[in-house]
Nanobody, 127 residues
Framework: QVQLVESGGGSVQAGGSLRLSCTAS????????MGWFRQAPGKEREGVAG???????SYADSVKGRFTISQDNAKNTLYLQMNSLKPEDTAMYYC?????????????????????WGQGTQVTVSS
């Protein structure tokens, strides 16, 4: 079992920045990779960014150039730096862990296939 705990959400005006963190604990043997998903009200959960064991990254088209995913393996912590935030970025953001995230681009992975989730952290961007 892997436990994921997110932090760093909040409210910000359009154009602002936030950094999300996700700390993993439990079975942290490196057999999985991690990523971020988000779900806006009334919408399906969608992949935002993923990172594999070699720190290769993938992003949803909607966040490319604005969001940066990174990881600190020594701390078992995943980050999402979000810059130039837009109102349409408003959503609950979830940290995810699964072996699939090691092998495929975030845009090709359904949230239905993910085994481990954090509890989510709310990001609200006002115009």
């Amino acid at each position: 079992q892997v436990q994921l705990v997110e932090s760093g959400g909040g409210s910000v005006q359009a154009g602002g920045s936030l950094r999300l963190s996700c700390t993993a604990s439990g079975y942290t043997d490196g057999s999985y990779c991690m990523g971020w998903f988000r779900q806006a009200p009334g919408k399906e959960r969608e992949g935002v960014a993923g990172i594999d064991s070699d720190s290769s990254t993938s992003y949803a088209d909607s966040v490319k150039g604005r969001f940066t995913i990174s990881q600190d393996n020594a701390k078992n912590t995943l980050y999402l730096q979000m810059n130039s935030l837009k109102p349409e970025d408003t959503a609950m953001y979830y940290c995810a862990a699964d072996g699939l995230l090691c092998a495929a681009s975030i845009g090709t992975i359904s949230d239905l296939w993910i085994n481990y989730w954090g509890q989510g952290t709310q990001v609200t961007v006002s115009s």
